[in-house]
Nanobody, 120 residues
Framework: QVQLVESGGGLVQAGGSLRLSCAAS????????MGWFRQAPGKEREFVAA?????VHANSVKGRFAISRDTAKNTVYLQMNSLKPEDTAVYYC????????????????WGQGTQVTVSS
C-alpha cells in the first residue's frame, strides 16, 4: 500500500511559479513510477509529468514544468514556472509499479489533490 500526500498548491498570478510536493510512504518508493496529473472543472484528468528512471512531460507543460524526485525523502516535486490561467486545476500525485506511463488508469495509488489557481 502506498500513501501519497500533496502540498504546495495555491493562488498565483500568471507568469508566476509554484512548487508542488508529493510525500510517499508505505512501500519501496524507488521502484515506483510517480506521476502528476491535473483535473480542471468539467474536464477529464490529464497527464502532466512522470518520473522513474526517466522523465516525461506533457507537451502543454514542456519547458515550463519540471518533475524531480528525492529518493532519500520519498518525495516527488513538480516545479511549475511561467504559469498560465489554463494551468488552473486540482493537481494529483500518483504512483504505480514499473515504468512511466501517461494514462491515469495505469496508476494504482493517488493523493487527495492540491488546488492550483492562476489568475490573469
Amino acid at each position: 500500500q502506498v500513501q501519497l500526500v500533496e502540498s504546495g498548491g495555491g493562488l498565483v498570478q500568471a507568469g508566476g511559479s509554484l512548487r508542488l510536493s508529493c510525500a510517499a510512504s508505505g512501500r519501496t518508493f524507488s521502484n515506483s513510477a510517480m506521476g502528476w496529473f491535473r483535473q480542471a472543472p468539467g474536464k477529464e484528468r490529464e497527464f502532466v509529468a512522470a518520473i522513474s528512471w526517466a522523465t516525461v512531460h506533457a507537451n502543454s507543460v514542456k519547458g515550463r514544468f519540471a518533475i524531480s524526485r528525492d529518493t532519500a525523502k520519498n518525495t516527488v516535486y513538480l516545479q511549475m514556472n511561467s504559469l498560465k490561467p489554463e494551468d488552473t486545476a486540482v493537481y494529483y500525485c500518483a504512483a504505480r509499479r514499473g515504468a512511466v506511463v501517461t494514462g491515469p488508469r495505469e496508476y494504482d495509488y493517488w493523493g487527495q489533490g492540491t488546488q492550483v489557481t492562476v489568475s490573469s
